[in-house]
């Protein structure tokens, strides 16, 4: 009972709060052009939401479809995101990548949303997993010549990706993971980069970071193919930059004290109360949580600081073999990934959760950001599709889980830096 007040006092904070903002505060508070200062960055982390396929145009993954866009589209500008996060990807199924109109169908959504407001950033993602679909993909004459090679007419190689000593080959059953120490691995990062670059997107998320990276212990190979990116963005993106982050388990992605990346990203971690049937609560040094370890660097864009900002997710991983039982020990909450357990509990707990979490992160650490769940898939009995979405239940989107309004409150309550 006390633990649902101090929930209910959190939220209750967060409506209370001046949600005005001076105008000579809006000045540059999203603008950059080339290298990015901390404050814009905060000011996008403070600003962040997950939707996952936003910008994905027919299926998306497996047998799923998208619905409800045009509510999303009502939602983003409602809630006032400004990082949409995972708004386009591949998780295997590449040949997709052959379609034009799923290139199409994502440029004219990012030129439709930036009519409204052009200082959203849409997030790609590259992740760690490859399937024998990208054998499909043609290699474009622009990605040779990134790298000084001579222009040849083929497709990706799935082999060629692979470590060649098998490992990580079959991590995903009939897919494997890329080894970014394979020229033909940085031949795809540098293709599927440049490709969101050129559709508008100027943030891409690298994944995990350490099993693409397995055989690249000093990050020589991380640091080529990045610094390629970021030419290549440097001539092509919108704004001449391009936000990169990876969930760096260890804390950060640094070499020689500069960090490769522009901000660090990692699940939550949620902890479970035991005595407390599926409350779950954040805390420092819960297994592998990156609150206060997030490492000191000089970022990319050549500021200093003692811990690179970072950003923390509802991770979707699927769900245990013992649902509903509190494992401690384990990455899963009560039994189910974080996004999936979110979406389990009651509409009330749900937004004084979200209340919780972001006071309790700007308190323990304020390098740490909350990205807001809006739209990710879970793995959990559902009647919503296969999917979770912060939309407010309406005719416009039936199978909302009601977020909506606590997310935007929390947004308008943080002050532009």
């Keep these: 009972m006390v633990r649902w007040l101090l929930f209910q006092i959190a939220v209750l904070a967060t409506v209370l709060v001046p949600s005005f903002i001076h105008a000579e505060e809006e000045l540059g508070g999203f603008q950059f052009d080339g290298p990015i200062s901390r404050d814009v960055l905060e000011n996008?982390?403070?600003?962040?939401?997950?939707?996952?396929?936003?910008?994905?145009?027919?299926?998306?993954?497996?047998?799923?479809?998208?619905?409800?866009?045009?509510?999303?589209?009502?939602?983003?500008?409602?809630?006032?995101?400004?990082?949409?996060?995972?708004?386009?990807?591949?998780?295997?199924?590449?040949?997709?990548?052959?379609?034009p109109a799923f290139w199409q169908?994502?440029?004219?959504?990012?030129?439709?949303?930036?009519?409204?407001?052009?200082?959203?950033?849409?997030?790609?993602?590259?992740?760690?997993?490859i399937s024998p679909q990208v054998n499909s993909v043609l290699i474009p004459e622009w990605v040779f010549r990134e790298f000084g090679l001579p222009v040849e007419n083929r497709t990706f190689s799935y082999e060629k990706m692979l470590n060649p000593e098998g490992k990580l080959a079959r991590h995903w059953g009939r897919s494997g993971v890329p080894?970014?120490?394979?020229?033909?691995?940085?031949?795809?990062?540098?293709?599927?980069?440049?490709?969101?670059i050129n559709l508008g997107c100027e943030a891409i998320h690298l994944g995990q970071v350490g099993l693409i990276g397995m055989n690249d212990p000093e990050l020589k190979h991380w640091s080529e193919i990045i610094q390629k990116i970021r030419g290549y963005a440097g001539k092509h993106a919108r704004r001449h930059w391009v936000l990169l982050d990876a969930h760096v388990p260890q804390g950060g992605l640094v070499v020689d004290g500069e960090s490769l990346i522009d901000f660090n990203s990692f699940p939550l971690r949620i902890k479970e109360v035991v005595d407390h049937p599926q409350e779950g609560v954040l805390e420092k040094g819960h297994l592998d949580a990156l609150f206060g370890r997030s490492q000191g660097c000089v970022s990319p864009s050549g500021w200093?600081?003692?811990?690179?900002?970072?950003?923390?997710?509802?991770?979707?991983?699927?769900?245990?073999?013992?649902?509903?039982?509190?494992?401690?020990?384990?990455?899963?909450?009560?039994?189910?990934?974080?996004?999936?357990?979110?979406?389990?509990?009651?509409?009330?707990?749900?937004?004084?959760?979200?209340?919780?979490?972001?006071?309790?992160?700007?308190?323990?650490?304020?390098?740490?950001?909350?990205?807001?769940?809006?739209?990710?898939?879970?793995?959990?009995?559902?009647?919503?599709?296969?999917?979770?979405?912060?939309?407010?239940?309406s005719d416009a989107c039936p199978v909302g889980y009601s977020q909506e309004e606590t997310i935007k409150r929390i947004f308008q309550a943080k002050k532009i830096r």
């Design 304 to 393: 200093k600081c003692d811990h690179l900002p970072y950003l923390v997710e509802f991770d979707n991983f699927g769900r245990s073999r013992n649902t509903n039982v509190a494992d401690t020990k384990s990455i899963f909450v009560w039994g189910w990934d974080e996004i999936s357990w979110f979406s389990l509990q009651d509409e009330a707990y749900r937004n004084a959760w979200l209340g919780y979490a972001n006071d309790w992160i700007e308190k323990t650490d304020p390098n740490g950001h909350l990205q807001m769940p809006v739209s990710r898939m879970i793995t959990c009995p559902n009647e919503s599709g296969g999917n979770y979405r912060a939309n407010t239940r």
């Design 44 to 99: 996008y982390l403070d600003r962040s939401v997950t939707m996952a396929y936003f910008l994905v145009t027919g299926t998306t993954e497996g047998n799923r479809s998208y619905s409800y866009r045009e509510d999303d589209v009502r939602l983003i500008q409602n809630i006032g995101a400004k990082f949409v996060g995972r708004a386009i990807y591949r998780w295997n199924g590449e040949e997709r990548l052959t379609d």
């Design 105 to 129: 169908g994502a440029r004219e959504l990012i030129e439709r949303m930036h009519r409204t407001d052009d200082e959203i950033i849409f997030q790609a993602c590259i992740f760690e997993t």
């Design 179 to 196: 080894d970014v120490s394979q020229q033909e691995t940085k031949l795809w990062f540098m293709y599927l980069a440049g490709s969101y």
